[in-house]
């Protein structure tokens, strides 16, 4: 039992120890000229030194003739007790070294940021600090085990059995514990006001100890964003956020028959097709083009004239991109290639319909003509066969 | 020693309660009336001053300030002579604070009617009103402080602790939120642009919540809930840990107002981490409350007063508790310019401030008239029906936040917005309509208490002056046995002001001053341009008619954002702002990136009938910008005030803005002629769409370097 804790100290404070002194040997020699980090250092030293003394003294202690005598007396619970915190300092030494294997790789990533603190790098500095702050629970725990082993037998001799409750149960009790009503006497203030009477009772322990967790959650969620880094900020998440959607999108694709674009985009002729895109065109296109493609806000669609060309690929481009600084917007985030090429096919079977109240000609004569790219020369020549035969669906 | 024989003065809580109990119902029924016309917008008139735009912030200021603020003023004038032993220090500040308050209240429904607004969210009312509000506000303080030196009670009460800071910090935000320069008598530019504007504006607007609506009404709750229930405070240790720790953290966490904004990350951060830990110290009120009740229950199922004080700080806890979730980044990503952030803040309004007041006033009344309730009846009725409309109104509302939040983002899989934004406004209409009902419910419930307590006063006789008596305080103090460490700064009001002084100011100091000093937290942009004369016209009719209410300018930097809107939106892109713009709440799109999405035409054809353009909108139609004159006289007047702004307009500019202005306007006219709207070049319409194209136009321009290095 005894030697078990000794090796468990030394076991949480030398790794501490010699990380601190590889990391700093690595980054810098210069370092033992910056005074942060000589002071960090030293009380590092003074603090281990501590540490080594303590657990001698308790060692000592624990091998002496008056503990052991004590420890007759209620071996028990003084076996628990010590159980207990060896059981402390495992759980404890093994987060320090894991909590330091997990860090060490990231320190050669970090040593190449330029952020200093004091003149030394972020990974230094807060290693040492984390040594520092390890060290002063470590002294803690000593300090209370002491306090522990010698009070061991005094106090427990004279406390009579409670019949133990479950653990869920004296905690749920513990996390409420409150002066009972019949009690409020004794802790009854002599505070008057206009006949309001203050009690003293302690802080409800679940508040407390739930005001600490906020506090340390949100230092944590600081450290976290800004200090680690560990968390992206808005910028970098919209980022990782936007490439996720392009990959989601690609490999939807790949699977998907959704996938027209202007270089294969054709006037689809199904009765259903179009009537999907005058569905469209009502709700979406006809506050600017009116509802029989007459034009208000925007051009006339029944004519020939075409302000950005008249063929599928034209109006799909359009339609797909947009001429924003004439006010038409973009739709290709609103709508599916194929949703535009539906619309698009049924803006294609206006020509020619003579809407009441037309909007006056823009733009050029368009006529159907031969490609202007062999890439299109499919679509185009479908174009031109297609057009003429559908029949105005719009009317009415 | 001899015992002083003294009077309260009742008459000054009775007109602060009739008061309390005239503007409740007022603040109720416009925002009954608003909550119509989301449903229903024929409600709005076609009639500039019936438009929710005015209305709205009518609703907020009429319930916020004059409802809570008599209700404030009622609680502490009766229970702060009580619990010092003394009248209040003179009758004639009282009668100051009261008439003066009232008249603050009624130039204020006037002038946001009339469309006479900063465009500031809480802080609406224009300069002249700004200062009559300061100088009532000193009246206020100083007849609290004088009435607290010539105390008879020796240590100040955790309730007064509450009235001190509340006096305090309400004085600092709003002189600080409230810098601006006139332009006129009724129009003022705010002396804080962009960024900075934002982030003065929310650490008023959250602490507005914190001290005006929380602190004294707490306070209150110390007074009136142990009087009520005649039990002792639960704990005094408590009340210092939670008092002290709640004033200090709330001041912190006003950028979480702000979350995914153009604010500087660290100060996002700051106010999340804040948020949090408010968790504890606001549930420290709540509980010091419920478990002051505790050997009290039986009492509250017979008790009505208790009833609507329980409801009361369960609705605080409730909303104190869903207000940092609502501040961590990722629930805020959701809830924010949704439905939620309404159904949230009436959780608190109506539970919180509204149950606390009724409950205090069916206590006040009976007593100060010297009677009984008319009607015990009555008052439970109004207690069932107004907790059913507290339900009814906030279950469809988050309901509907969280549904439209969840339709904007969602895509298809071939990656299109799978929702028009017009699409899932439609879907609300249902939500809208359940809110009304909540609404119509709890305004009944209000009105059945006015019955009710109009009924105990006619059949009661009023005490005007309460005799008391208490010895005076004579000799230093001296303490029998030990005393809590706190006991000091009881004793010491002077120092407990500065003390709650400086405590305030750290927060909101750490958080807005650098970024008015250090430059990098606002990146300039070399493209964004001042308005123009014709888009300052424009930007400021927005501002009358309360655009901002229902359109945020400020795109967050989420995919479905930025493919509904366009880029998302930089710190340096508000520089010229003078107030800031980016509402809280979405009914409508975001307006950021309008400029050039539509012709000139259509926001013609828009603002005269927005169904024409969308078929299915619930914006009200705004016919008189058609008919009205730009007030070009104002021109001068405004660029020189945006020039000792810093707005870098060339020098003299002023003299020439007015040629500029005709030259814009002719061009935009031009512009709709030729899509067959004949206008006059001086018409409002036409400076109003001049300030919608220019919307996230100047971005656009910046070299694209200069962009890529902003989104870093």
Not at chain 1, 307 to 320: A, E, L, P, S
Not at chain 2, 225 to 247: C, G
Not at chain 2, 391 to 408: C, D, E, F, N, R
Not at chain 2, 418 to 447: E, N, S
């Amino acid at each position: 039992m005894k030697g078990k804790i000794l090796t468990l100290l030394c076991m949480t404070s030398l790794p501490l120890l010699s990380i601190a002194g590889t990391t700093d040997a690595a980054t810098s020699d210069s370092y033992f000229s910056n005074a942060l980090f000589n002071t960090l250092l030293v009380v590092i030293i003074l603090l281990a030194v501590m540490v080594i003394t303590v657990s001698r003294a308790l060692k000592n202690i624990v091998s002496s003739d008056f503990f052991l005598e004590k420890m007759k007396k209620d071996k028990e619970q003084a076996n628990n007790k010590a159980n207990k915190v060896a059981g402390l300092l495992i759980v404890f030494s093994l987060l320090s070294v894991t909590a330091f294997s997990q860090a060490a790789p990231v320190a050669a990533v970090k040593a190449v940021a330029s952020d200093r603190i004091g003149g030394i790098d972020q990974f230094t500095f807060y290693t040492l600090v984390v040594t520092i702050f390890l060290e002063l629970v470590t002294l803690f725990l000593l300090f209370s085990t002491f306090k522990n082993i010698l009070g061991a037998s005094k106090a427990k001799a004279e406390t009579p059995e409670v019949a133990a409750k479950p653990l869920v149960q004296s905690l749920f009790d513990k996390m409420n514990y409150t002066t009972e009503l019949e009690d409020e006497g004794s802790i009854l203030l002599d505070h008057d006001y206009d006949g309001i009477k203050e009690l003293d009772n302690n802080l409800p322990p679940w508040w407390k100890y739930g005001f600490y967790l906020t506090i340390i959650v949100a230092f944590i969620y600081l450290v976290n964003f800004h200090i680690t880094k560990t968390s992206p900020l808005q910028g970098e998440e919209y980022k990782l956020s936007m490439k996720k959607a392009e990959a989601d999108i690609a490999e939807y694709m790949k699977t998907s028959a959704n996938n027209v674009d202007e270089t294969s985009v054709k006037v689809l002729t199904d009765a259903t097709e179009v009537g999907k895109g005058k569905e469209i065109f009502l709700t979406t296109c006809s506050p600017c083009h009116g509802k029989f493609g007459e034009g208000t806000v925007g051009p006339n669609l029944t004519d020939d004239y075409w302000i950005h060309g008249g063929g599928i690929v034209d109006i799909f481009k359009t339609i797909k991109y947009g001429w924003p600084e004439k006010g038409m917007k973009s739709w290709k985030e609103d709508f599916s290639p194929i949703q535009i090429q539906q619309v698009a096919s049924f803006i294609r079977t206006l020509k020619g319909t003579n809407p009441p109240k037309p909007k006056d000609k823009q733009g050029d004569l368009y006529v159907e003509g031969p490609a202007p790219a062999p890439s299109d020369s499919t679509a185009i020549k479908k174009d031109s066969v297609s057009v003429t035969v559908t029949a105005p669906t719009v009317a009415k | 020693m001899e015992i002083e024989k003294f009077q309260y003065d009742n008459k000054i809580v009775r007109n602060f309660a009739y008061a309390t109990m005239l503007w409740g119902i007022v603040g109720m029924l416009v925002g009954l009336f608003a909550a119509l016309q989301l449903v229903w917008p024929v409600l709005n008139f076609e009639l500039p001053y019936t438009t929710f735009g005015r209305l709205r912030p009518l609703h907020t200021n009429a319930v916020i300030f004059a409802f809570v603020g008599n209700g404030i003023f009622m609680g502490v004038y009766y229970s702060l002579q009580r619990l010092l032993k003394a009248r209040m220090f003179s009758d004639f500040l009282s009668k100051i604070h009261f008439w003066g308050w009232q008249l603050i209240i009624v130039l204020a429904a006037v002038t946001l009617v009339l469309g006479k607004t900063t465009g500031k969210e809480y802080a609406e009312l224009e300069w002249p009103i700004d200062i009559l509000i300061t100088l009532i506000w000193v009246v206020f303080g100083w007849n609290m402080i004088g009435t607290i030196v010539r105390r008879r009670e020796r240590h100040l009460y955790v309730a007064i602790w509450f009235y001190i800071a509340t006096f305090v910090t309400v004085a600092v935000l709003h002189i600080v939120n409230s810098v601006e320069i006139p332009v006129s008598f009724w129009k003022s530019y705010s002396w804080y642009a962009g960024v900075q504007d934002a982030l003065v504006q929310w650490w008023y607007g959250h602490n507005a919540v914190a001290f005006f609506l929380t602190t004294p009404y707490l306070g209150l709750m110390y007074y009136f809930m142990p009087k009520a229930a005649n039990r002792p405070v639960y704990s005094y240790r408590l009340s210092i840990i939670h008092f002290w720790a709640l004033i200090f953290l709330y001041i912190w966490a006003g950028p979480h107002h702000l979350l995914y904004t153009a604010v500087p990350d660290w100060a996002q951060s700051l106010g999340v981490a804040f948020s949090i830990m408010l968790i504890a110290p606001s549930w420290g009120g709540m509980i010091n409350g419920l478990l002051t009740l505790r050997g009290a229950w039986d009492k509250v199922r017979d008790d009505v007063v208790l009833k609507f004080m329980v409801v009361a700080v369960t609705a605080y806890g409730m909303a104190t508790f869903e207000g940092p979730m609502l501040s961590i980044k990722s629930v805020n990503a959701i809830s924010h310019f949704t439905d939620w952030t309404i159904a949230h803040v009436h959780v608190g309004a109506l539970g919180w401030n509204g149950f606390l007041t009724f409950g205090i006033l069916y206590w006040l009344i009976p007593r100060m008239f010297r009677t009984k309730l008319y009607s015990s009846k009555l008052a439970n009725m109004h207690f069932w029906i107004g907790t059913l409309g507290i339900i009814l109104y906030a279950v469809p509302l988050y309901w509907a936040g969280v549904m439209q939040s969840l339709m904007w983002k969602e895509f298809t899989p071939e990656g299109q917005l799978k929702w028009q934004f017009l699409d899932t406004v439609t879907k609300m209409m249902p939500y809208y309509l359940g809110r009304a009902i909540g609404g119509t419910l709890y305004l009944t419930g209000a009105l059945i208490m006015v019955f009710n307590l109009i009924k105990t006063i006619k059949q009661g006789d009023f005490l005007a002056n309460e005799d008391a008596e208490a010895a005076p305080l004579v000799g230093a103090y001296k303490a029998h046995g030990t005393d809590h460490w706190h006991r000091w700064i009881e004793r010491k009001p002077v120092q407990f002001m500065v003390l709650s002084l400086v405590v305030i100011l750290i927060g909101g100091a750490i958080e807005i001053v650098p970024t008015f000093l250090i430059k990098s937290n606002i990146p300039t942009i070399s493209s964004v341009k001042p308005y123009t004369p014709l888009e300052l016209q424009g930007r400021d009719i927005y501002v009358r008619e309360g655009c901002y209410v229902c359109h945020s300018q400020m795109v967050r930097p989420f995919r479905n954002e930025t493919a509904r809107y366009g880029e998302y939106s930089k710190a340096g892109e508000f520089v010229y702002d003078h107030p800031f713009q980016w509402g809280s709440k979405r009914t409508g799109p975001d307006l950021a990136r309008v400029g050039g999405k539509y012709p000139d035409s259509w926001h013609y054809n828009h603002m005269m009938d927005p169904t024409s353009m969308s078929p299915g909108s619930i914006m009200p139609t705004y016919p008189w910008l058609l008919e009205d004159q730009i007030d070009v006289s104002s021109t001068v007047a405004k660029i020189k005030a945006m020039q000792r702004l810093g707005v870098p307009y060339p020098e003299g500019y002023s003299q020439i803005a007015a040629a500029d202005m005709q030259k814009q306007a002719e061009q935009i006219a031009a512009n709709l002629k030729k899509d067959g709207i004949e206008t006059l070049p001086d018409r409002e319409i036409v400076a109003m769409i001049a300030y919608l194209q220019k919307l996230g136009r100047d971005i656009k321009a910046a070299p694209k370097e200069e962009v890529a290095k902003l989104t870093n």
